[in-house]
């Protein structure tokens, strides 16, 4: 079983920035690709970023791409996002999640952190 806790959301101004984290429990977390996702309000939760169990392969959406660097320390077994220049189309709560090798989708989700980003 893995446990995912995010941190690190709040009101930030528009251009400015903030870093999410997201611990984990679990033997086997290292193994797994982690990836962020949002969902704003009335909206469909949507992917972010995501990085292999390596961080040597990561993906962005295109609309934070250049702006947001998703980093991981498998000793830590901790996932983070450092986000740059946030606009207020950013406002939303953000999950952790985790994929398992093999699996179809993400089978294991945070409770999600609020960022709200004023203009």
């Known amino acids: 079983q893995v446990q995912l806790v995010e941190s690190g959301g709040g009101l930030v101004q528009a251009g400015g920035s903030l870093t999410l984290s997201c611990a984990a429990s679990?033997?086997?977390?290292?193994?797994?690709?982690r990836a962020w996702f949002r969902q704003a309000p009335g909206k469909e939760r949507e992917f972010v970023s995501s990085?292999?169990?390596?961080?040597?392969?990561?993906y962005y959406a295109d609309s934070v791409k250049g702006r947001f660097t998703i980093s991981r320390d498998n000793a830590k077994k901790m996932v983070y996002l450092r986000m740059n220049a946030l606009e207020p189309e950013d406002t939303a709560v953000y999950y952790c999640?985790?994929?398992?090798?093999?699996?179809?989708?993400?089978?294991?989700w945070g409770q999600g952190t609020q960022v709200t980003v004023s203009s």
């Open positions: 999640a985790a994929k398992s090798s093999g699996a179809a989708g993400y089978d294991y």
């Open positions: 990085t292999s169990w390596g961080g040597v392969n990561t």
């Open positions: 679990g033997r086997t977390v290292d193994m797994y690709t």
